[in-house]
Structures are given as C-alpha cells and as structure tokens.
C-alpha cells in the first residue's frame, strides 16, 4: 500500500535550492533512510512532509492523494519523533514519559524502561541523565504508541551500540506489524531491507 509519494522535492532557504531533487515512495512494511551530510537538508525533508515547511518544487501525495483530506488522514497515522528529544531536564524519567505519551499504566511503565534499560533512573532528573539516556527516554513512545507511520529523525543519534540495537529492534517489530518508517540518519544500520536516500 502506498502511504507516501514524494516527486521531485526541491526545498530553497534564502534563495538557494538546499538539494538535487528528491523522490521516493514509502510503503506498508517499509524503511525509507535518508541520509546525508550534515546541513544537507535532511530535517527539511522530514517537516516539508509533515507540513511544516513549504515546498519551492514537486509534489508530496498522502495515501495515494493530493486533498486535505488525504493528508489530514496521513497524518492521524503519523508518529514524530524530532531531532531534538523535547525532554525536560526539570522533570523525572516517569514525568518526561507521562508528558511525552499521556497518561501510563504501571505495567507499561516498567515494560519500556526495562526495554530501554532505565529502571534504575525512573525518579531521577533528567538534568542527571546522560545524552543517550536522554534520547532513550524520546524514544520509549516508539513502544507506547499505536501509530502505523514513523517519521523518526536521527534517532540512533547519541546512543551506543546497545541503544542503537534496542531501537532497531524497534523498527523491525514495527514492520513486522505492518508498519512503516521514514528516518534520517548518518549513521549505518545494521538491519536489512531498507530503502536509502542520498541527499546532495
């Protein structure tokens, strides 16, 4: 099933076209990797795609169409998690996750932070976390969420090999279920059967 159509993307800042023209479609049980230099344009294809940036060339079809409707529909299905992790340094490991995910039954809570290997930091401040423990903590809603459509950027960034295996487990449990990716990253990924994007 088609759940994105991206052709010919071009995206300018300050009068300058940021990439060579983009295209690809994303598919149920599919990864889209998109990657790239630094400052090549990576993010600004992921918030042209969610809306939030405009587009100067091409065209983004949503489940097969071009209608608000369409993308208002896209959208329901669509999980996003940014580059930055939105993690309040001021709160705990339990309240960033209540206010990143809603509202969490106990056996949720102990299931996630077991599978991100936080159960020792669960009352602590985030202030007190590491960069990757940090990031672990972003990206437990990839556990808690019931979103078929996974727009991640860089989210292996600042973990180590653990993490990163943990959250590539992840993604292939999502496609297993039928689910779909879109993610930025510079990094290499160790799973198979990916679709991968050179942004120049």
């Known amino acids: 099933m ?28 599919e990864i889209i990797k998109i990657t790239g230099e630094n400052g090549a344009g990576k993010s600004s294809i992921l918030r042209a795609i969610l809306g939030f940036l405009s587009i100067s060339d091409g065209s983004i ?18 999980l996003y998690i940014g580059h930055t992790t939105g993690v309040k340094d001021s709160l705990t490991v339990r309240e960033n996750l209540t206010l990143l995910n809603g509202p969490l039954r106990d056996d949720q809570l102990i299931k996630v932070v077991n599978r991100l290997q936080l159960q020792d930091c669960l009352e602590q401040l985030c202030r007190q976390l ?18 078929s459509i996974w ?34 990253t510079h990094q290499a990924l160790t799973i198979p059967h990916y679709k991968e994007i050179i942004v120049r």
Not at 61 to 69: D, M, N, V
Not at 157 to 174: F, K, P, T
Request: proline residues 2%; hydrophobic residues 45%; without cysteine.
């Open 151 to 184: 727009v991640l950027d860089e989210p292996i960034a600042s973990l180590d090999s653990s993490g990163q295996s943990i959250v590539e487990g992840a993604l292939l449990d999502h496609l297993k279920e039928g689910g779909a990716v879109i993610m930025t």
């Open 61 to 78: 079809r949503y489940l097969g169409g071009h209608s608000k409707a369409s993308y208002a529909e896209f959208l329901k299905e669509v």
């Open 130 to 147: 590491s960069a990757g423990q940090k990031k672990r903590v972003a990206l437990a809603s990839l556990w808690l969420t019931t979103s």
């Open 2 to 29: 088609m759940l994105l159509s991206v052709e010919r993307l071009e995206i300018e800042r300050d009068d300058r076209v940021l990439f060579s023209p983009i295209t690809f479609d994303l598919l149920k049980g």
